[in-house]
Every structure is written in structure tokens, then in C-alpha cells.
């Protein structure tokens, strides 16, 4: 391979699009006055209506994708069956897991009736086969006896049989070879029919994924060459699509020089070979937050391209039209174009991961959605970028991909009044009715975008593809229902909604402005402008040294908070709330500055920190809320003739101790809810990260909490925190750390005379993740690097123990070892950094004792790189493989993950990880629901997280803590949890003692 030395340019100042996070209405009036005045949608559909009355008098072919959601639409319990069949079936290795994934899907539906009986191989099956499971299936996931178990096979291979057909028509080959022969069939009965082969490249997690993908490009290129399938130029000419994630593991914007030194030379080893064929290369579109970095490779290669492949036109990318900054993308793209005096090829496509666009703003807390909310709003969009290509026509050759009959019409009239050549494209399988009706029209030249892959490859593609073009409101669904008037399906979208199609991320706890928890605001660091902000903050940041408190202080101190605590329990409710709001406002406008400090004093990556004030933050108002829903007094029901009201009041001097791991969320939660309740509180941070500590204790006073309702006690554990904890004016403890200083703790207050004083405890746990061999690998790799190395392992949910299936193991294995190598190991306050230091350097000797102890007891997996260059208190984020669940006694609070085959019975795992006796996390990977299910209220353990990672607890959406070993409840960020800071009184009264009961005397008459 060829290697050119690259660089990507440096960092801009500014971004070269406008923020993703704009208001939807103002950017779609934008676009609707930049529609072409060619544009008659009235025209467009009557040539649409034809094309449609076509469609259902002849429909398309019973495999393509329009029959198959006719007849199992994904809003049916038999589509979202047969979907997750074809998600995971193919790729199951063990005919017991098999059986209990078809058992677990097809009993949830009645395949015996299909919708409509045109989906002849599909529907057939179905009324045999998959009808007749329901009888020979296991009922659960265990084993049944042997006729069942043979029975059982019979079905499932026939399953098996069914979604491979099923796949067979959404993917045009499984190698290159097989689609250009497919091609070439298609060819002779459409000839002017062009092919973009796509690789069924996702996205590579090794280094090793990344080569084998890129040695799929370059051999699908050779084919393509040598296949000969020559037009005017690479406009004319089959053409390959290519997807930079594949090519690169670490393909993101903080990964920028990584790019520039990685990615860069194998494109433009791609680049070379399809310009020398004179065929075209498209990039494929990814998620928002990679756009501007797209946009920096594409005028990289663009540039370099320029002189070498001057004739050369064979150059593109994908726009996603559903993206608020896709006209903006095309003006850029035309500009990159004239600058270099090039042609390039741009295909317009809808666009894909709209549902992770969406949670990823709402859980980011973003301003706005990078995405527009209502579906006509993306046509809107689509038209408005098609009349832009159309306008630089000069320097694009514009590509439609759309199966909206309506959409296509308008091009054809948008683009005839501006006599410019364009081309169609359809996904193999999809849109083969519209567009035997267009390609009646020979003129109209139309190209296949085709995945190329094995059955078990296409998985992730093809429930993408139902998922986008089967929902209830999509073209492709609606066409051959024919309950839906052809003008309805037709109707113009150029009418933007009034409201948008969802609430907005601030608004997704149901804040409407005056009611409702307002979801903190948060940062897109991709965004040039946002993350200056931060790094500014990292670089202002100052870690002022905070005195200890004196441990002969100690008892003036509880003596001035129990003093100061009957003025704050009769505070009014709603003035405590008042303040806890005021907080959270507070630390909202100042996180630049706390994310700042978090970085110096605690050494936390940019990222985390972030995460972490939004947590403080939410914690404040949350407690707020649940405060005055839940502790006001209230009337309880009894006999006439008397009052009942239970009351709830703060049981005085709370002491509050926290770790270093989560300096403010922690430490803000544990004293906001003590305060809210009613309590005074000697808050004790960890000795490693006063500073941050310090900070929001003085931000609480500036909101209001009185001085002698909340001090900060800094100092040791053993000396600060045990005097705090033993002083008799104590009246309760809220404790977050290891479970040995938890016992201790409990211990003290036992010993102690006077009240029974309550403990609140948070600790650790062997956090476990179960993994069977439905999962899908790359989904649970990327579930273990985030949930055992994000925040250098030093979490309380971290992953310590992952659990997997013996038929899926080695490749799980192997993919955990190559994406170890692909961490960024160092300097926190760099962007690049995914694992920085451990807290300090006695944190630092006992986990590296502990990873030398596995050196010798246990095969090491693999192990992130450390430069010699990188200083401070670093472990290499490392794996190994141990031979049993017991192998594991007790917490290494850091970096190091063991993981452990298992076979037979997931139950039996379940039970092992309960006998551990730790109880704080646990993880799940599963496509048996089922499954799932059951092994989530088997275990004993306070959080468990299916499919996704084990990190990362919303206050109020997963109230965190555990039990057994890992805590004494109740949740924090819980509905539960303030009542455990309150004491409780029943005031009687009895209302008849003066003279008899006048209330009841009043209604009764003799």
C-alpha cells in the first residue's frame, strides 16, 4: 500500500458549518425560501400518480422490502419478530441458544395469519413452519425432552432457512464476484441500470477489523475494474461505497491526528486504485458528530487528489438530508470543488441513525436535535439540497437516493428547468416498483446501491433498513396500501409543522418552562465553539488548597450545626426546594469552571467531568422536586370525630462522606438531600479533592443555606471522618466508599450510646456482565471498553467480571484485546485522552500489585499502550482471562477486567455472581427477551442494564445503589431516598372533645 504522508489541517477557530443545534423552524423557513421557483409540487404529483396507480395495479416482486412490511409491518408483533430473528439468528453458534431465541420470538406472534398472502416464500413458511413451532418449541429457553428438542431443531433450521432468503434479496452477493454477476443479470433486462457496491463495512472496533475491511475495499475495486462496466467516465460506471469508520477504529474528532496519520493513507490507497480504473468512490455518510471531521478528510483527499487525478470525477460523498446542516454541507462541498477545480459526485440520501442522533442530544442534554423531529420536515429539507445541487451542477454531479415517488417527479422537474444532468438511486431491494416505472423513461439514468456480504455481515444493515423504511409514516410502507388515497400518500410536505415532532432534550423530563425537571444542559465537544469553553475553564483552572478541620474542632462544629438545625427544619418546604433550584441554576452557568477544577484536582477526561456536573446538577433539582412531592404533610384517613396527619421533618445533624471518584455528584447529592429534608450537615469530602468540594459548598451558601445548617469538614478519614461519625450529636451518616470502611462505620454507631443513629451506604461491588451468544460482538465491545476503562475503572458501576458464552468467546476475546489497543492512555486534560491516571499514588500501588498478582495466576487478554512520554499515577487499562466466577473476592478499583467463559445454563451464572455477595451492577447481553427478563429478577443486585453499557446512572431515570455487600438502600436519585434523612410524626387530634362532634351533628338529621 502506498503511504503518503498526511496531515489533516489544524483545528479551526471556527467551525466551517453553523451549530447543529438550531431551532427547526427557523432553519426549515430558511430552506423553504431557498426552494427553487422551478419546484410545483401540485406537477409533481400528477407525474407521481401514475407511477403510484402502476405500483398497485402490478406490485413489486413478493421479495422485495414494500411486500415484505405489507405483509409483516414493524408496528406488528410479527415484524418486530421477524426483525429480531433477522438481527441475531444467523449469527448464533449453539443450536440450544437457537431454539430458545426463535422460541422467544416467534411465541410473541401469529405468523399462521399473515396481513396479506402475497409474500409467497415468507407467508409459507409462516403458516407451516412457524405456525407449527408453537408446538414443538420449548415454552422458555430451558431445555425441553427429546422429542421437543428435535422438533424444535427442525423449526429453527427452517427459521434459519427463511431469514437467509430473506437476506438473499436485500444484499446483492456475498462477494464481490457474486454481485457483479448479479448485475449483470439485472443489466440485461434494465440496461441502463449503474451499481454502488457496498462492502457491508461497520463500523471496525481493532486495528485488525480496520485491515480486513480495507483489503475488502481494494479487492472489490480490482473486481470492479476488471469487470469492465465502463459509462462516459466514472459518472457512467459502477462505483464502490466506503464507510471511514470501518477504516479506522478510533474515526472521531478527538482522534484528529489519528486520523490524519491513519485513515488518510488507506482512503487515499483507494483513491488511487479507483482513479487509476476511472470508476467512483463514494464516503459514505456517519452520525452527526463526525461531520466537520468527514469534511476536513474529504478536502485532505480532495486536495491531494486534485494535481495527481486531474480528469478524474469519480470523487463523492453521502449527505444526509435529515441533518439540520445538509444545504450547508453541499455549498461547502461546491466549494471545495471550485477551489480545486474539481467535479465531484454527491449522493443525497434521507439518511440514517436518526433514533441515535435523537437519544444521543437528549441524553447529551443539548440545546436543540442535530435532526429534524417530523419526517416531512427531512423531505423539506431533501428538496431544498436537491435544488442546491442542481444549482452547482457545474461542480457536482448530483445523486438522488429516495423511493418517494412524489420526491423523485420534483427532481425531474427542478433539474429539467435547469438543464442539469443527475442521476437516481434506489437500495437493492427497495423501490423496484417506482422505479420500473421511472426507468420507463430512458432518459433517467438509475443506480443500485448494493450491499455486498455473507448472511451474518448483513444483519446490522438490513434491521437498519427495515427499521427506516417500514415505520407507520413512510413511503415506502404506505405505497402499496391502498387504504391510503394516492393524494395522501402524495400530499405536499412543503408545510411545516407548528410544534416539533418531540420535545426538546431540556424538555425531557417533562419541564415545560414553569413546571417540571429541566434536564441540565450539557456540550457537544465536537462543536469547535463549545469545547473552547472548556478547555479555556481546564486551562484557567486554579486548585485552591482548603484547610483541614481541625480534629479538636469537631464538636463546636456538630454543637453550632445542631444549633443551627431547628431554624432550618422549619424552614418552609418550599423555600428548601427554592434553594436546592437556585443551586442547580448556579452550577448550570458555572460548568465550564467546575469541569475545569474537576480536571485538575480529580483527573478526569473532559468528557466525565462534564457528565458529572449535569449529575450534581440534576440531583439538586430532582431532590427539589421529590421534596415537595413526597415530605409535605398529609391528611391520613381515620374515625369521625378526629384528624390524622403524618408529618415529616429532618432528624438533625447529618454527617455526609464521599469519595474522590465523584467529587461533586456525589458529594452535591448526598448533602442536598440531607438538606432538603430538613437536616444541618457536616459534610466531609474525600482528602484527595477538597477543592471541588469547596466550591459548592460556598455555591449552597450563595443560595441561600444558612451558614450554620452546612460546613465543610476536610481532613482523613481516620481522624476528621471517624470524629465526626462518633460525636454523640450525630443523628445520622450518609456514606459513599469501600464496604470495609462502611462496616467500620456501622460498627462505630452501634457502639455508641444514645439514639440509634441510621446509615445511608453506598459501596462497591464485583459488577458482573453476562453475555450469551445472541449478542451481537461489536455491541458488547463496546459495552465492556466504556463500562470497565471510561474514568480509569474508577467507578462504583464500573464492569469488573465479564461473563461469555464459550460459543462466542474467542471473538469476543480477541476484539476486547484489539480495542485495548486502540485507548488513548494519558493527560487528562488533552481531548484525545480516553483513560487518565488513578486518583494518586497509594491508589496507583495497590491496583499495580494487584495486576502483577494476575500475571502469575492468569492469562492476560490484552493491555492498552502507555507512551514513555506519559507521566502521573498510570495503569494500562488490561484484561484477563480467569477460570471461574469465585476466582473473584473482592473489588480491584481500577482498570483491570476478568472475564470468564461459561457454557449450559445462563441461570447458573446468575447464581455464581449472587454468590459473591455483591450486589451494585450488573449487565446483560441478550436478544432473548425472555431470557433476559428472567435473569434480571434472579439477580440480586440493584441495577441491572440490558444491551447497553453498566455505566453512567441518571438520577431519576436509574436510581443507583445496591445491596448485600453493596449498600443498605435506599437508591440514590430514587423515589425512595429522602425519606431515609427523614423522622416521621402522627399528630391525632381528637375534634369532637370540646361538646361532641358538631361537623357530623351538622349533616344528620333525627
Not at 431445555?143 to 427442525?154: I, P
Not at 404506505?478 to 402524495?490: C, G, K, N, R
Not at 412531592?629 to 391528611?635: D, K, P, V
Amino acid at each position: 500500500m502506498n503511504q503518503v504522508p498526511f496531515s489533516l489541517s489544524p483545528r479551526r477557530a471556527a467551525d466551517r458549518l453553523p451549530s447543529p443545534y438550531r431551532d427547526e423552524a427557523t432553519v426549515l423557513q430558511d430552506l423553504l425560501s431557498r426552494l427553487p421557483a422551478s419546484l410545483s409540487w401540485p406537477a409533481a404529483m400528477d407525474t407521481a400518480r401514475p407511477w403510484v396507480a402502476a405500483v398497485r395495479e402490478s406490485p413489486a416482486p413478493f421479495w422485495a422490502m414494500e411486500s415484505l412490511l405489507r405483509d409483516y409491518p414493524i408496528s406488528s408483533a410479527e415484524g418486530l419478530a421477524l426483525m429480531r430473528l433477522a438481527e441475531a439468528l444467523l449469527r448464533v453458534p449453539d443450536a440450544a441458544t437457537a431454539i430458545a431465541l426463535t422460541a422467544d420470538q416467534l411465541g410473541k406472534a401469529d405468523f399462521g395469519t399473515p396481513a396479506a398472502s402475497h409474500h409467497k416464500v415468507i407467508s409459507g413458511l409462516s403458516s407451516s413452519v412457524i405456525a407449527l413451532s408453537k408446538r414443538f418449541l420449548p415454552d422458555h429457553d430451558h431445555e425441553g425432552g427429546l422429542f421437543k428438542r428435535l422438533g424444535a431443531q427442525t423449526v429453527v433450521a427452517a427459521t434459519v432457512r427463511a431469514i437467509q432468503l430473506m437476506g438473499r434479496q436485500f444484499v446483492l452477493g456475498r462477494q464481490i464476484r457474486e454481485a457483479l454477476s448479479e448485475a449483470d443479470g439485472a443489466r440485461k433486462v434494465q440496461p441502463q441500470l449503474r451499481y454502488s457496491y457496498d462492502m457491508l463495512g461497520e463500523g471496525a472496533r481493532t486495528e485488525a477489523d480496520a485491515r480486513r475491511y480495507l483489503a475488502s475495499y481494494h479487492d472489490a475495486i480490482e473486481h470492479i475494474a476488471k469487470a469492465g462496466v465502463r459509462g462516459a467516465g466514472p459518472e457512467g460506471s459502477d462505483g464502490i461505497s466506503i464507510k471511514l469508520s470501518a477504516l479506522f477504529s478510533r474515526y472521531e474528532d478527538a482522534q484528529r491526528e489519528r486520523v490524519g496519520d491513519t485513515l488518510l493513507p488507506r482512503v487515499w490507497s483507494l483513491m488511487e486504485r479507483a482513479a487509476a480504473a476511472d470508476i467512483n468512490l463514494t464516503i459514505d455518510a456517519e452520525e452527526c458528530d463526525r461531520l466537520e471531521l468527514s469534511l476536513d478528510v474529504f478536502e485532505a483527499l480532495a486536495t491531494r487528489a486534485a494535481p495527481r487525478f486531474p480528469q478524474w470525477r469519480g470523487f463523492g460523498l453521502a449527505v444526509q438530508a435529515y441533518q439540520t446542516r445538509a444545504r450547508h454541507v453541499i455549498d461547502e462541498v461546491a466549494r471545495i470543488a471550485r477551489t480545486n477545480g474539481q467535479r465531484f459526485m454527491v449522493r443525497l440520501v434521507k439518511g440514517a441513525y436518526w433514533d441515535g442522533e435523537i437519544k444521543r442530544a437528549q441524553e447529551l442534554g443539548l440545546p436543540a436535535y442535530p435532526v429534524y423531529t417530523h419526517k416531512h420536515h427531512t423531505d423539506i429539507s431533501y428538496l431544498a439540497c436537491a435544488g442546491a445541487l442542481i444549482d452547482h451542477a457545474d461542480v457536482i454531479y448530483p445523486q438522488f437516493a429516495t423511493h418517494n415517488a412524489g420526491t423523485i417527479a420534483a427532481i425531474q422537474s427542478m433539474a429539467k428547468a435547469r438543464g442539469a444532468t443527475y442521476e437516481m438511486q434506489r437500495l437493492h431491494g427497495m423501490g423496484e416498483g417506482v422505479y420500473r416505472e421511472v426507468l420507463k423513461d430512458a432518459g433517467v439514468p438509475v443506480r443500485v446501491y448494493a450491499p455486498v456480504g455473507e448472511h451474518r455481515d448483513l444483519l446490522a444493515y438490513l434491521v437498519r433498513r427495515l427499521l427506516e423504511n417500514g415505520a407507520n409514516s413512510s413511503f415506502v410502507h404506505q405505497l402499496t396500501d391502498e387504504s391510503v388515497p394516492v393524494d395522501t400518500l402524495l400530499a405536499s410536505p412543503l408545510h411545516p409543522a407548528a410544534v416539533p415532532g418531540l420535545p426538546l432534550p431540556v424538555a425531557l423530563y417533562g419541564f415545560d418552562g414553569t413546571s417540571g425537571r429541566r434536564n441540565p444542559q450539557g456540550a457537544d465537544l465536537a462543536v469547535t465553539a463549545e469545547r473552547a469553553v472548556y478547555e479555556q475553564a481546564v486551562d484557567a483552572a486554579v486548585v485552591e488548597s482548603v484547610p483541614e478541620a481541625p480534629v479538636g474542632g469537631i464538636a463546636a462544629t456538630m454543637t453550632r450545626l445542631h444549633g443551627g438545625f431547628t431554624a432550618w427544619n422549619a424552614t418552609p418546604l418550599a423555600d428548601r426546594a427554592a434553594v436546592l433550584r437556585r443551586a442547580a441554576d448556579a452550577l448550570e452557568q458555572r460548568q465550564p469552571e467546575f469541569c475545569g477544577l474537576l480536571v485538575r484536582e480529580a483527573h478526569k477526561t473532559l468528557g466525565d467531568c462534564i457528565s458529572e456536573v449535569r449529575e450534581a446538577i440534576d440531583f439538586c433539582r430532582y431532590y427539589a422536586d421529590q421534596a415537595e412531592a413526597t415530605l409535605a404533610s398529609r391528611a391520613l384517613p381515620g374515625p369521625t370525630g378526629e384528624s390524622n396527619t403524618l408529618h415529616l421533618h429532618g432528624r438533625g445533624v447529618f454527617v455526609c462522606i464521599s469519595p474522590w471518584n465523584f467529587p461533586l455528584a456525589i458529594f452535591a447529592g448526598q448533602v442536598v438531600a440531607a438538606l432538603v429534608a430538613g437536616n444541618t450537615v457536616a459534610a466531609k469530602p474525600a482528602e484527595q479533592t477538597p477543592a471541588v468540594a469547596a466550591r459548592f459548598v460556598a455555591l449552597l451558601h450563595e443560595a441561600g443555606v444558612p451558614a450554620d445548617a452546612l460546613v465543610l469538614q476536610h481532613g482523613e478519614g481516620h481522624t476528621v471522618g471517624a470524629a465526626l461519625v462518633a460525636h454523640p450529636l450525630v443523628a445520622g451518616v450518609c456514606f459513599t466508599g469501600s464496604t470495609a470502611v462502611a462496616k467500620a462505620i456501622n460498627r462505630a454507631l452501634a457502639a455508641k450510646d444514645g439514639p440509634i443513629v441510621p446509615l445511608i451506604a453506598e459501596t462497591g461491588g464485583i459488577n458482573a456482565m453476562v453475555v450469551d451468544s445472541t449478542a451481537l460482538p461489536e455491541q458488547v465491545v463496546d459495552a465492556v471498553v466504556q463500562s470497565a476503562f471510561r474514568s480509569a475503572g474508577q467507578r462504583c458501576s464500573a464492569l469488573r467480571l465479564l461473563c461469555v458464552h464459550e460459543g462466542i468467546a474467542d471473538g469476543v476475546i480477541e476484539m476486547i484485546a484489539g480495542a485495548l489497543q486502540e485507548l488513548s492512555v494519558g493527560d487528562p486534560s488533552q481531548l484525545s485522552t480516553d483513560v487518565g491516571p488513578v486518583i494518586d499514588a497509594e491508589a496507583h500501588a495497590n491496583i499495580a500489585r494487584e495486576v502483577t498478582r494476575l500475571e502469575g495466576s492468569a492469562r492476560v487478554i490484552g493491555r492498552a499502550p502507555v507512551g514513555l512520554d506519559v507521566t502521573g499515577h498510570v495503569i494500562a487499562p488490561v484484561a484477563f482471562e480467569v477460570a471461574k466466577v469465585s476466582d473473584l473476592s473482592a473489588e480491584i478499583f481500577g482498570p483491570v477486567l476478568h472475564v470468564v467463559r461459561w457454557s449450559g445454563d445462563a441461570d447458573a451464572v446468575i447464581r455464581e455472581v449472587n454468590q459473591l455477595g455483591y450486589g451494585l451492577t450488573l449487565g446483560l447481553q441478550t436478544r432473548i427477551d425472555s431470557r433476559a427478563l428472567r435473569l434480571a429478577a434472579e439477580a440480586r443486585i440493584g441495577n441491572v442494564y440490558v444491551n447497553r453499557n453498566m455505566i453512567g446512572a441518571v438520577v431519576g431515570v436509574q436510581p443507583f445503589g445496591g445491596e448485600g455487600l453493596s449498600g443498605t438502600g435506599p437508591k440514590a436519585g430514587g423515589p425512595h431516598y429522602l425519606f431515609r434523612f427523614c423522622a416521621e410524626q402522627t399528630v391525632t387530634i381528637n375534634t369532637a372533645a370540646a361538646g361532641g362532634n358538631a361537623a357530623l351533628l351538622a349533616g344528620t338529621s333525627h
